[in-house]
């Protein structure tokens, strides 16, 4: 039965073909050549990009601002192919196939060119983001960490004074032996951990990040109910944005507290302030 039926739906679709115009049918197979060419692009310079970041943090020997200096050129370079995509279907494209079709009949053409840059192209490049500041930052506090370990030693006494692995900034200590206080000023790569951190813990919630963006989609494409309809559905999909999100925010702050562990305690209190707006737009939206 079923393969009767696609079979019959088949026949349908190449009779549909058949009456296309083949000059047409030649543009779209160009515009689908082109979508696919700028997609492999855009996958290759992605893994260009992280190569040549992770070679430039070393060359610069870890320092930080021109990797991400240079990571912000290359985002606006990759952001330029998203958008190179719409106005290459505006500029050539569209007129070309005009010829053939009224403007009303291409939308399914359009849609394939906002697909790859809205579908595609802009979010890999939200996620690429995590992913290389993320492993900038990683590598950077591998290397900025061992700065710690050196010899710190009294003023006073000149005894060695073990330093905490977790304070960043500059702070007393008092040493063991004599009791005086001494300041600790960290070197300009320890006391740049305290703003990469959040790169990296944003990293480490990668996993929950993606399960909140699915979140996000799946509510976005979603229908709001009409008057009277059962919202059910709705609600569920909202409230999946809600956990999802908050998960998200829980384990942003649980990885930030592991390297600066003065947030430990405030973590839930953070994630309540994060979501704070989410609420907001739960009671404006859904009512509750
Ligand atoms: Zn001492």
Known sequence: MFGLFSN?????????????????????????????KMETRFNESLVN???????????????????????HGIKSQLMAMGNKVDTTFDEKVLPQMKAYKEHYDL??????????REGVIFPKIDRFEIEMEGEVSQ????????????????TQCSAKIEVRKDIFRAHYVTCDYCNTVNTFTPNDKISQ?????DNIAKLKALNEWDAMQKAEKEFSDLRPPREGQDNAF?????????????????KYFTERAVYLPEYAETIEHDTDVKMKWFYEERKRELGF
């Open 8 to 36: 019959k739906k088949k026949e349908n679709k190449k009779e549909q073909e058949q009456v296309e115009n083949p000059e047409f049918l030649k543009l779209v197979a160009k515009w689908d050549v082109f979508l696919e």
């Open 49 to 71: 990009a992280k190569e040549a970041l992770l070679e430039n943090l070393e060359e610069s020997n870890y320092d930080i601002n021109p990797t991400m200096t240079a990571w």
């Open 107 to 116: 939308l399914d053409e359009a849609a394939k060119g906002r697909h790859l």
């Open 139 to 154: 590598r950077f506090y591998n290397h900025a960490i061992q700065f710690l370990n050196e010899n710190f030693n009294c």
């Open 193 to 197: 951990i305290r703003w990469i951190v």
């Open 234 to 250: 709705y609600i569920a999909a909202f409230e999946k944005r809600e956990k999802t999100s908050r998960a998200y925010w829980t």
